[in-house]
């Protein structure tokens, strides 16, 4: 992992200024001498940047995405907490981690910060954005910020403007957290409990029935406790426990329900979707509830470049991380196609 430290103050988008950034970033391969093999792979809510390690398959040796052919990049957002400026990271003006006092961020933020490292490696053209779920977020945002910077963009299993639905299902997410009477504690564990809570509600959007009830039925019928699926939802909670902070899960769900590309720039989103000018594989998987089809098929009904696939998956919202080789064999298509 590498970080870039900026010295310079960052305005964010409700008006508040951070005194510096830390900008964690992941990059494979080489850039070539006309610098024009850049893919830059936006990560979604609990990931990193190492894409090598959370898109196998995908991103890889010998992958549709490899290091042969493309400088591969992937940079931490902010909010997070693996590596770049988040609740964990020092806070300059009095040299205590921010936790809590971390102030709400938006997607565009984090292009913005995006931006800087792009302009710090002397990145002028990205041949190929690309990402899923919150990823595709970023994607989308970025393409209308530096229309003349990304060339291609692939998005999968996202939307134009956070949902209803999705905003509901992180506001419940964020209640298990408050409900957690040590999640604003100065530590790195506080709300450490809410996050399990937040992370089993998690489950249910990524998964859905069918995939339940295929994998976590339990063949034992005398049971009347401590069954597969709990078991599995608690197993849930607990990994992510381990290994993110509730902090900045709490923030970066606030920074989904805030997205909408049109915010300030259009009256309406066919209008924001219109002005993409970059050629852009869509791919929905049939079986999402957390981001369903329709969500893609209205980005490839308004942006005049696009190309749209529906895969099949029991996986659900998760289909995105599961289905690499079908993901990989559309993508490898439509990247022929367009040159890419």
Not at 281 to 295: A, F, N, R, T
Not at 303 to 327: C, R
Request: aromatic letters at 10%; hydrophobic letters at 40%; glycine letters at 6%.
């Amino acid at each position: 992992m590498n970080t870039l430290e900026i010295k310079e103050p960052f305005q964010l988008e409700n008006g508040k200024v951070l005194p510096g950034l830390t900008l964690a970033y992941h990059s494979y391969g080489k850039l070539n001498e006309a610098k024009d093999n850049v893919v830059w792979v936006c990560h979604a809510l609990t990931a990193n940047s190492d894409v090598f390690d959370w898109w196998p398959g995908v991103v890889g040796e010998d992958c549709v995405i490899n290091t042969k052919d493309h400088f591969i990049i992937c940079v931490n957002i902010i909010g997070s907490c693996y590596g770049s400026s988040g609740p964990l990271t020092i806070n300059p003006e009095n040299n205590q981690p921010y936790y809590s006092s971390f102030p709400v961020i938006t997607i565009r933020d984090m292009i913005n910060a995006f931006i800087l490292v792009r302009k710090k490696l002397g990145i002028e053209k990205i041949k190929l954005l690309m990402g899923g779920s919150m990823g595709g977020y970023q994607v989308l945002e970025w393409c209308l910020m530096e229309p003349a910077v990304i060339q291609n963009s692939f998005v999968i299993t996202t939307s134009a403007a956070e949902s209803a639905w999705g905003i509901a299902i992180h506001t419940a997410q964020r209640l298990s957290i408050q409900a957690d009477q040590t999640w604003k504690d100065r530590t790195a564990d506080a709300g450490k409990n809410g996050i399990k809570a937040a992370r089993g509600i998690g489950m249910l959007t990524y998964r859905n029935y069918k995939i339940f009830h295929q994998k976590q039925t339990d063949p034992d019928f005398s049971k009347t406790d401590n069954y597969k699926a709990s078991s599995y939802i608690l197993h849930q909670g607990n990994k992510l426990s381990d290994r993110f902070n509730a902090q900045s899960y709490w923030l970066l769900t606030k920074s989904m329900d805030s997205h909408n590309i049109a915010r300030a720039r259009f009256d309406t989103l066919e209008k924001a979707l219109k002005a993409i000018p970059q050629p852009m594989l869509v791919i929905g998987i049939d079986s999402d509830i957390l981001c369903p089809v329709p969500e893609q098929a209205f980005l490839a009904e308004n942006i005049p470049n696009s190309t749209l696939h529906i895969i099949s998956s029991d996986y659900g919202h998760d289909g995105f991380l599961v289905e690499a080789e079908t993901i990989s064999k559309h993508l490898f298509e439509w990247m022929e196609k367009h040159g890419v």
